[in-house]
Nanobody, 126 residues
Framework: QVQLVESGGGLVQAGGSLRLSCAGA?????????MGWFRQAPGKEREFVTA????????RDADSVKGRFTISRDNAKNTVYLQMKTLKPEDTAVYYC??????????????????WGQGTQVTVSS
């Protein structure tokens, strides 16, 4: 059974930092999967945040987080990370990690990913 478990969310003041982790279990060879982070704010659709290639050598960021968020992965630990800096109130959302084996690139489309975590809440106060 595949499980993606996010952790590290919480409440932080604007300008602060958080690091999210997503641990994968049950995935056959974690390094086969492109990994992505998405977020969903109340009343809004799920949106792409960032993604990383299988080996970790390529990334793709949404314009709204460029220069502030960094995705990384440790395939030996079956874990992907999201380092978030200079957080803004508009970053408040539930953050989800996702794993995709069928895609051939760094997709921004939620439907491209095969497995999802349960989400972790990030709240940025002004």
């Amino acid at each position: 059974q595949v499980q993606l478990v996010e952790s590290g969310g919480g409440l932080v003041q604007a300008g602060g930092s958080l690091r999210l982790s997503c641990a994968g279990a049950g995935l056959t060879r974690f390094s086969r999967y492109f990994m992505g982070w998405f977020r969903q704010a109340p009343g809004k659709e799920r949106e792409f945040v960032t993604a990383i290639s299988r080996g970790g050598d390529s990334t793709r960021d949404a314009d709204s987080v460029k220069g502030r968020f960094t995705i990384s992965r440790d395939n030996a630990k079956n874990t992907v990370y999201l380092q978030m800096k200079t957080l803004k109130p508009e970053d408040t959302a539930v953050y989800y990690c996702a794993a995709g084996a069928r895609i051939s690139g760094l997709s921004v489309l939620p439907g491209s990913y095969d497995y999802w975590g349960q989400g972790t809440q990030v709240t940025v106060s002004s």
